[in-house]
């Protein structure tokens, strides 16, 4: 199983990046995917998540914000990011569970700048 994530850098407040995830040696299609973010000296928390039929949730601090979406046919996972904020900077990963075990990515650096 691969994750690999995508899509971050470094962006002013008030800015967007669209995060990318792809995926191999899943069924994609079946399987609930998510976003974690771990910000420097915290825990890994989740921000986000969506499951095989398309039902989201996010965390309340990105709810309106953060868009999570998912193409079964690239079998890739994508965070939208609007409305930046210096407290979104980060590293973030996308995960999912699969055979009884969860998996990470590596991981892609946002840094926001205030």
């Known amino acids: 199983v691969q994750l690999q994530a995508s899509g971050g850098g470094l962006v002013q407040a008030g800015g967007s990046l669209r995060l990318s995830c792809a995926a191999s040696?899943?069924?994609?299609?079946?399987?609930?995917m998510g976003w974690y973010r771990q910000a420097p000296g915290k825990q890994r928390d989740l921000v986000a998540s969506?499951?095989?039929?398309?039902?989201?949730d996010y965390a309340e601090s990105v709810e309106g914000r953060f868009t999570v979406s998912r193409d079964n046919v690239r079998r890739t996972v994508f965070l939208q990011m609007n409305s930046l904020k210096p407290e979104d900077t980060g590293v973030y990963y996308c995960?999912?569970?699969?055979?009884?075990?969860?998996?990470w990515g590596k991981g892609t650096q946002v840094t926001v700048s205030s």
């Open positions: 969506i499951t095989s039929d398309g039902r989201t």
């Open positions: 995960n999912t569970y699969f055979r009884g075990r969860f998996y």
């Open positions: 040696g899943i069924n994609f299609s079946v399987n609930t």
